[in-house]
């Protein structure tokens, strides 16, 4: 009995020492700083980060030491990874949640493809089920991992004014899902009301929907019609791209995502 106590007391100190030394690990590579290389190569690849207001900038910086710890990238179809890729992809996921508390936490693997790649996708009608191949520049899954054409990640991120970032509407799907259900419905902030979310995005969803259906020009792009998770994708692209135009045009869309990301790029200075 003695001997069974001994050993349940070690486990579980064992257990709470891992549980410290994560929490520690975490902590210290939060507070880290990028070094001067790593930043210079950060601000080459992402330009947007020239107007992020300076409170942020280490906050970003201890972000993107977590991600680069707990994710593993991995070149596919030749391709040869550089420093420079997984540096751009992490600033680019980590901007989006750089002052929220949300995190990516199911993320462990990124594949980053030389160019737009092969998917199997399923479908179902009825009891028929049937796979097609299709060309992807991006996947986003519930659990991991997330896929990436690394030339329109980049270019992406390099042309910060077009309204149009793979990262940005892939991390939103990762976002998405972190609520359990990749259906436009993030999780949110205590105080920030489900209700409220829902009946903005519903409607403005369904809206959209209507826009596209009859031809009509609209300001968030037209694939977000596909689903309410593309439509919060899209959105999510021009929030950071096109703040101001964005707040113009949907504004309630843009006051949703300033309180699930507590950020107002519309606000920071225009390029
Ligand atoms: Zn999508």
Redesign the pocket.
Same mark, same amino acid.
């Given at each position: 009995m003695v001997w069974f106590l001994i050993a349940l007391a070690a486990v579980a100190g064992l257990f709470v020492y891992r549980v410290w030394s994560k929490r520690q690990r975490r902590a210290a590579l939060l507070a880290a700083p990028l070094s001067a290389e790593e930043r210079e190569i950060v601000f080459q690849q992402v330009p947007l980060l020239e107007r992020l207001p300076q409170e942020f900038h280490s906050k970003l910086e201890g972000k993107i030491n977590l991600f680069l710890d707990q994710v593993e990238f991995y070149g596919c179809d030749g391709l040869d990874l550089t420093e420079e890729m997984q540096l751009s992809i992490a600033a680019q996921a980590c901007l989006i949640v750089v002052n929220s508390d949300q995190w990516y936490k199911h993320l462990r693997t990124i594949l980053v493809y030389p160019g737009a790649f092969k998917s199997k996708q399923t479908y179902q009608d009825g009891f028929v089920v049937s796979e097609k191949e299709t060309y992807r520049l991006?996947e986003?899954w519930q659990h991991g991992p997330i896929v990436l054409s690394w030339p329109h990640s980049e270019q992406g991120a390099l042309n910060d004014l077009d309204g149009h970032n793979l990262v940005f %509407? &892939?991390f939103a %799907?990762q976002l998405d899902g972190l609520s359990g259900y990749t259906d436009g419905a993030p999780l949110l902030d205590r105080g920030h009301r489900f209700e409220e979310w829902a009946k903005v995005f519903s409607n403005r969803f369904k809206a959209h929907v209507e826009d596209v259906k009859h031809g009509h020009k609209t300001f968030l792009d037209p694939?977000g019609a596909e689903g309410p &998770? &593309?439509f919060f994708?899209v959105a999510m692209e021009v929030f950071f791209e096109k703040p101001q135009k964005l707040q113009r045009e949907e504004p309630q869309v843009y006051e949703q995502l300033t309180k699930l990301l507590n950020l107002k790029p519309a606000e920071w200075p225009a390029d």
């Open positions: 991006g986003s %509407h &892939e %799907h694939y &998770e &593309e994708a």
